[in-house]
């Protein structure tokens, strides 16, 4: 059965230094990943999917995740945070061994940004 | 606004009362998922519908929750009864296939129980 784990509840970073999200996956087959950001009072809005074409996958606002099978790892990151990238973050698998339905998310990783 | 449409965005019910939460997908997306967010849990599925069927419902208590996606008009989340435990933000989410194609949210319902 398809799962991801994301590493860390909460992560604090300055503004201008580097984001790290971890999130580690678990999957029969190869898993199709996403992660989404969620400010609050408001839905989630797709960053970036992973879909096997490219380990390396670019995002929106400068994001962007690389996908490691050796480590089942699709850890996000963004080279220089911005006060507007605090929010929460989630990491999600699509379920199933056959492509279809639900996505199965992380527990979130809230994400500050202090000047 | 070409985005998935959740309305209301924040409903207060009685216990014991129903409680209808309505979906409409993007322009031209006929696949409608629902999930449930709880604090400290996170976002769980709950049902997978297309036009007039339900494709996955294995996320759904097995009482009181019903979803429906009609041929015309939005999806409804109808849950009977309400709990205070039903007490949580509802998303729908919508995309253009099945499969692996990314899902866009929309803003979600929260239900609040008295």
């Known amino acids: 059965a398809q799962s991801v784990t994301q590493l860390g509840s909460h992560v604090s970073v300055s503004e201008g230094a580097l984001v790290l999200l971890r999130c580690n996956y678990s999957?029969?087959?190869?898993?199709?990943l996403f992660w989404y950001v969620q400010y609050p009072n408001q839905g989630l809005q797709l960053l970036l999917k992973?879909?096997?074409?490219?380990?390396l996958v670019k995002g929106i606002n400068g994001f962007e995740a690389e996908f490691k099978k050796s480590e089942t790892s699709f850890h996000l990151t963004k080279p220089s945070a911005h006060m507007s990238d605090a929010a929460e973050y989630f990491c999600?698998?699509?379920?199933?061994?056959?492509?279809?339905?639900?996505?199965?998310f992380g527990k979130g990783t809230t994400l500050s940004v202090s000047s | 606004n070409a985005g998935v449409m959740q309305n209301p965005r924040h409903l207060v019910r009685r216990r014991g009362q129903e409680a209808r939460l309505r979906c409409s997908p993007m322009?031209?997306?006929?696949?409608v998922y629902w999930y449930r967010q709880l604090p400290e849990e996170g976002l769980k599925f709950m049902v997978y519908?297309?036009?007039?069927?339900?494709?996955?419902e294995s996320g759904m208590p097995k009482e009181r929750f019903s979803a429906e996606f009609p041929k015309e008009g939005p999806s409804i989340l109808r849950i009977q009864q309400v709990v205070r435990g039903d007490s949580a933000a509802y998303f729908c989410?919508?995309?253009?296939?099945?499969?692996?194609?990314?899902?866009?949210f929309g803003d979600g319902t929260r239900l609040s129980i008295l």
């Open positions: 322009k031209g997306h006929s696949h």
């Open positions: 989410a919508s995309s253009l296939q099945g499969g692996n194609q990314p899902q866009h």
């Open positions: 992973y879909t096997s074409a490219a380990t």
């Open positions: 999957s029969s087959v190869p898993p199709y």
């Open positions: 519908l297309q036009k007039e069927n339900i494709i996955d």
């Open positions: 999600a698998v699509i379920r199933g061994e056959k492509a279809g339905t639900a996505l199965i």
